[in-house]
């Protein structure tokens, strides 16, 4: 029988050295895909929540669903915890506690998502955003009362690190109030320097932000005089200010 030869020394660092290229090549392809992959998983999961979110307005004579956390609303408690989830008004439509989370978020936040201001939530009691009477002016309560389910906000991806998990509602100023030029919470950017966010009707979206200052600040009461991304956002977050300014 014939004796086999080994590789040569040579030959093996030419081989280690074609392997490393055709790593190096298939590295970013890797890469993309898990960033796409990421970016799939989340859409599927707003997509998820706005339809739980829908579902629940349909199963209560259209009355939506509390936007804070905390008891009686769609997260049940005030505190970062699985049970926080699990006891909210959403859970018995979405029971897999990791739907409520982005795979791109590495806090140790229970939930990614939060619920539109207006959609029933913080919006309530936002002190600035209230008429002379103390009533809050962007406000919805029943599914009846949105113009257009399609281009209303429900569910925004929010990485809020003041109360150690995504607390309350996201907010910003609507257009026509006397702060339109400035945002109140700030978003992420974690997919393709965009986000993925769900309406009322069920549906979800995936946004890219125009402005990098959109995908980099993060922090509150930014002023943004005629930003694109926070025009964007005011035209689904109130909509009925932005039909009266753009018909």
């Known amino acids: 029988m014939a004796k086999q030869r080994a590789f040569t020394l040579v030959e093996l660092l030419v081989i280690l050295a074609i392997i490393a290229l055709l790593l190096s090549i298939l590295a970013p392809t890797i890469q993309r895909s898990y960033v796409l992959g990421e970016r799939v998983t989340c859409f599927s999961n707003v997509g998820k929540l706005g339809q739980a979110w829908f579902c629940f307005t349909n199963d209560n004579l259209g009355i939506m669903p509390g936007g804070y956390t905390g008891s009686g609303n769609w997260i049940g408690k005030y505190e970062n915890s699985r049970v926080a989830v699990e006891v909210g008004q959403l859970y018995p439509y979405i029971k897999t506690v990791g739907v409520y989370r982005c795979p791109s978020d590495t806090s140790n936040h229970w939930w990614t998502y939060s619920i539109s201001g207006p959609m029933n939530g913080e919006e309530r ?18 599914f009846m009362e949105l113009d257009d389910p399609t281009m209303s906000l429900v569910f925004m991806e929010e990485d809020d690190y003041r109360s150690g998990g995504n607390m309350n509602s996201w ?8 702060r339109e030029d400035q945002w109140i919470d700030y978003v992420v950017a974690w997919h393709d320097a965009g986000a993925n966010l769900a309406m009322a009707d069920g549906h979800a979206e995936h946004w890219q932000w125009a402005d990098e200052k959109t995908c980099t600040y993060r922090a509150f009461y930014r002023n943004d005089p005629d930003g694109p991304d926070l025009r964007r956002l005011q035209k689904v977050y109130w909509p009925r200010s932005a039909t009266r300014r753009n018909p």
């Open 125 to 142: 009691s936002w002190g600035s955003h209230k008429d002379g009477q103390g009533k809050p002016k962007y406000l919805y309560t029943k």
């Open 171 to 178: 907010l910003t100023n609507p257009l026509g109030d006397s």
